[in-house]
């Protein structure tokens, strides 16, 4: 509803439930099928003009927007209990039960800030932030892990995020947005860029696998080839592997490559290709935010007739300073509540027996990118596709294209020899879930049953995670 002020002092009300046609000076019919009307544009109404601008909110009142706009605002209360629990060392359940507690207000916060954001600075920018934000804490965490030496840490983290953005976050955020809408609309080019680049990065990943093959299966050859004692039977391929030097110590999380040609070139191959990752994705950058920034603003929806409908401008809660200010303070306030949760989750598992694979690749995600998960359901459900895929996808492109080849070259720096190998098996679940999401997105349209679709592949992983 918006007022509009009479000359003669009076207000008069006009409802955006007003659709009576009008009609102008050439007899032209126009409806105000949505939105408010235009009257200081109607010669019917000449005594009408367009009210003053928009108030900018003050600091105060964005603050308190911020605060006190969501009843979930009240579970606040744990996020000084988060810090209160860690260092009163309380153990390691209260830790996990507060701290989770403690991310969920701070996940609804970094949504509305966000939202906020990109009220200013479009639909695009405002995902690349929420999903840069989210990705650095990320990015904070695999460098002290690679400094203390923790290459699989770092590598299960990392593929983890993606698989939880990629088939968690897309699958939750369709299937919301499904409740609202039978079908969701996207810039359809802007999506099958994102996913064709997140392809290339799936299968930067094959291909040190593929190299690692290849050359344990000649090895492994070479080895049986000139057996020293050819009576002796090889009873298992792990005492084959063994032999030859390929299996690490139990003990440690990192894999151990003995081998100096076959290390040696998994390094020339992840460095060389880490160099080139960054390369593309600054130009990936440069592209979706200024050569063809129009392909990933949303569309303009359109009525039954096709004719484009005037949606009524949504009002900031939040002036652009401190609605960035306040990303930056929750993402902090964030990182700090997941670190506490990471750290109380092994422990915690521990007791009660939940696999160490599980949790790197599930556990760790989940609740380190909790602030990416509801902004990016948030957003669907609202109908703004294009934050939830820049959420999303992006975030998943960052991390394989920006974060996992920024570490690469951070261990080179450092003298960890951190590589894009990874298992066999965690590298074809990444590359069925690429597969999977390219066809879903390819046609600009979701609906519920494709997050089913997307929730159930990831459960089925996670499955597999667990047994493994």
Not at 9 to 16: A, S
Not at 259 to 283: E, K, W
Not at 437 to 459: A, H, T
């Amino acid at each position: 509803m918006k007022v509009f002020h009479l000359p003669s002092g009076k207000n008069w009300l006009i409802q955006r439930s007003y659709r009576r046609r009008l009609t102008d000076g050439n007899g032209d019919a126009r409806a105000s099928r949505r939105g408010t009307v235009d009257a200081s544009k109607s010669p019917t109404l000449p005594f009408v003009h367009s009210s003053s601008p928009h108030h900018t909110p003050t600091n105060l009142e964005s603050i308190k927007a911020l605060l006190f706009g969501s009843y979930f605002n009240v579970l606040l209360v744990f996020v000084p209990l988060s810090f209160v629990s860690h260092f009163a060392r309380w153990g390691s359940t209260a830790d996990f039960l507060i701290s989770f507690c403690a991310i969920v207000p701070l996940a609804g916060l970094l949504g509305e800030a966000t939202e906020q954001v990109a009220l200013k600075l479009g639909q695009t920018l405002g995902g690349l932030l929420n999903a840069t934000f989210g990705n650095a804490v990320e990015a904070i965490v695999g460098i002290l892990a690679l400094v203390k030496g923790e290459l699989r840490i770092v590598q299960t983290s990392m593929l983890g995020s993606i698989l939880s953005n990629l088939l968690l976050v897309l699958g939750c955020s369709f299937f919301a947005a499904g409740f609202y809408l039978p079908e969701s609309n996207f810039q359809v080019t802007a999506a099958q860029a994102s996913s064709s680049l997140m392809t290339l990065a799936c299968i930067t990943l094959i291909i040190p696998a593929a190299y690692h093959s290849s050359s344990l299966e000649k090895r492994l050859n070479e080895y049986l080839r000139l057996g020293t004692n050819k009576t002796e039977p090889v009873h298992t391929t792990a005492l084959v592997l063994q032999s030859l030097g390929t299996l690490g110590d139990p003990g440690k999380d990192e894999i151990a490559i003995e081998d100096p040609v076959t290390r040696q070139g998994l390094l020339a191959i992840s460095r060389g290709t880490a160099i080139i990752l960054l390369i593309i994705y600054i130009v990936y950058l440069w592209f979706q935010l200024k050569t063809h920034a129009y392909l990933f603003e949303a569309q303009k929806k359109k009525d039954e007739d096709g004719e484009e409908i005037e949606e009524e401008e949504e009002e900031a809660k939040m002036n652009p300073v401190m609605s960035i200010v306040s990303l930056v303070v929750v993402t902090v306030l964030t990182s700090f509540c997941a670190d506490y949760l990471v750290d109380s989750i092994d422990e915690f598992a521990n007791s009660h027996g939940i696999p160490k694979a599980f949790i790197g690749i599930i556990l760790i995600p989940i609740v380190g990118n909790a602030a990416e998960h509801l902004t990016s359901v948030w957003m669907a459900m609202k109908d703004k596709m294009e934050i939830t895929i820049g959420v999303s996808v992006g975030s998943s492109i960052q991390i394989a294209v920006g974060v996992i080849p920024f570490l690469v070259l951070v261990g080179w720096v450092i003298g960890k020899d951190l590589t894009l190998y990874f298992e066999n098996f965690e590298t074809i679940c990444l590359f069925i879930s690429v597969i999977l999401v390219n066809l879903l997105v390819q046609d600009g349209k979701s609906n519920y049953m494709e997050g089913v679709m997307l929730i159930s592949l990831y459960v089925i992983i996670a499955l597999a995670f667990w047994v493994s």
